[in-house]
């Protein structure tokens, strides 16, 4: 089995599950934030949005860097609906999939390295990097998106199993 055909369950089953959250975020409460020094809901739900594009970035590229010293920084997309949210998800995620499928496993085993400034971040293969700063940073930030719902009176939807407003698994 390549490492494409073992990534590619977990991705699909991850996928679906942020976007079953992602089609929760009311439109209408982007400027909300749980506290002073958390991100707004609309923010979070773009971060989510976009941390799929970041597969093909990473596989086909050595490096990135943030805020390279010879240019502009990294602007995250801003989304201002759920539906331009979803679209993004959608298609930053499709084409996260394609990528991870296409990919040999020698590509994997590359390094990949993030910066910032010039200096280095971290670096790691860039399997390591799909499952780290892809697949993982999206399920901590679904986590978060959440409990702003919940804090919100918005209902959760099943990720891993029952929640208090769908409890049949």
Do not use: C
């Amino acid at each position: 089995m390549s490492i494409a055909q073992a990534l590619l369950p977990e991705f699909d089953q991850e996928i679906a599950s942020t976007r079953k959250v992602l089609e929760r975020v009311p439109d209408d409460r982007f400027e909300w934030s749980p506290h002073e020094k958390s991100m707004t809901l609309g923010r979070l739900a773009a971060h989510l949005a976009e941390l799929p594009m970041w597969t093909a970035m990473s596989l086909d590229q050595d490096e990135f860097d943030v805020n390279p010293p010879d240019g502009e920084g990294w602007e995250s997309p801003k989304p201002a609906t759920t539906a331009e949210i979803l679209e993004l998800f959608d298609k930053n995620s499709a084409d996260a999939r394609e990528k991870i499928a296409s990919t040999g496993d020698a590509t994997f085993f590359e390094d990949w390295t993030l910066k910032s400034g010039g200096e280095t971040l971290f670096a790691m293969p860039k399997v390591g990097v799909v499952r780290s700063f892809v697949l993982n940073h999206g399920i901590h930030h679904r986590g978060q998106l959440t409990v702003f719902l919940r804090l919100l009176d918005v209902p959760v939807p099943q990720t891993y199993g029952p929640t208090a407003d769908e409890p049949d698994f």
